[in-house]
C-alpha cells in the first residue's frame, strides 16, 4: 500500500488543486490520499468532497493548541512519518507540488535507495541551516555534510521496511524545537523569531545515513497558479 501524505491549509488551497489534478493518472496501485487538514476552512473541505470524489483520500485534521502553535505546524513532516506504520510506502507532498511519475514507476526507483529526495543546487548546506540545528544533529564540525547540497524537503518517499532507523532519526529530531526551530532561527538569522528547519532535519538525517539524492523527475515544485 502507498501512502501520500499531502499537508494544506487555507493559504496554499488553490495550488493544493493543483497538485490533486495532478495525481488524477498515476495511481497506478493501491494507495491512499490522506489531506493533513492544518488549517483548512469549511470551504475548502466542501471542495475538495465535492470536486475530488474519484481521488481515494481522507482529511485527517490536526488541532493545535495555543501552546505549540508557533511551532507544531514545523512539525507536520515528523507527524506524517509517525502516522506512516501501515503503508508500505510513503511519500510527503508539498502544496505546491505535481507529481510526475506513476507510483509504480516512483517503487522502481526505491529498488536503488531506501528514501527518494533531491537536492537543490547550489544552496549548501552550511549556508541553509542554522548553526544551533548543526551542532544539535552533530555535524556543526562535518565539512562533506556543510560543503554538500541540501535536499528538498517537499517530496520525498521512502520505503518503510528499509527506512525505519532513518525515520526514527527524522521524528527524533523534527519534533525537537532545538534541531527544528532554535532560538533566533529565522531566514535572516536575526532577531527572536523561530524558522523552521525541517528541510534541514530531512537533508541532515539522510546524508548521515548515506542516502544519495535521485536525479528522476518523480514531481517537482513551484507549480505556482496566479489569478
Known amino acids: 500500500m502507498f501512502g501520500i501524505y499531502l499537508p494544506v491549509d487555507e493559504g496554499y488551497f488553490l495550488h493544493f488543486q493543483g497538485l490533486l489534478y495532478s495525481l488524477k493518472d498515476l495511481l497506478d496501485v493501491e494507495h491512499k490520499v490522506i489531506i493533513v487538514d492544518i ?9 475538495l468532497y465535492k470536486h475530488f470524489k474519484w481521488l481515494n483520500f481522507e482529511i485527517l485534521k490536526i488541532d493545535w493548541t495555543s501552546d505549540d502553535k508557533k511551532t507544531y505546524r514545523f512539525k507536520v513532516k515528523a507527524i506524517e512519518l509517525m502516522l506512516n506504520s501501515s503503508f508500505d510506502y510513503t511519500m510527503l507532498l508539498d502544496s505546491k507540488n505535481h507529481l510526475k511519475s506513476k507510483l509504480s514507476f516512483i517503487i522502481s526507483l526505491l529498488e536503488k535507495s531506501p528514501v527518494l529526495i533531491q537536492d537543490i543546487s547550489p544552496y549548501l548546506e ?27 524537503s517537499n517530496n520525498p518517499v521512502f520505503d518503510r521496511l528499509k527506512s525505519i ?9 523534527g519534533m525537537n524545537d532545538t534541531a527544528l526551530c532554535p ?7 536575526e532577531g527572536d523569531s523561530r524558522h523552521r528547519q525541517d528541510q534541514s532535519v530531512i537533508s541532515v538525517v539522510l546524508k548521515l545515513h548515506g542516502v544519495k539524492p535521485t536525479y528522476e523527475l518523480y514531481s517537482n515544485y513551484h507549480n505556482t497558479i496566479h489569478t
Not at 488549517?39 to 471542495?47: A, F, M, P, Q, Y
Not at 541553509?128 to 535536499?151: C, D, P, R
Request: net charge negative; charged share 25%.
Open 39 to 47: 488549517g483548512l476552512s469549511v470551504r475548502n473541505t466542501e471542495i
Open 183 to 189: 532560538i533566533g532561527s529565522s531566514k535572516s538569522f
Open 165 to 173: 532507523d532513518i525515520m526514527k532519526d527524522i521524528v527524533k529530531y
Open 126 to 152: 552550511k549556508d541553509w541551516t542554522h548553526n544551533t540545528a548543526l551542532e544539535f544533529m552533530g555535524v556543526s564540525e562535518n565539512e562533506k555534510i556543510l560543503n554538500s547540497n541540501q535536499y528538498q
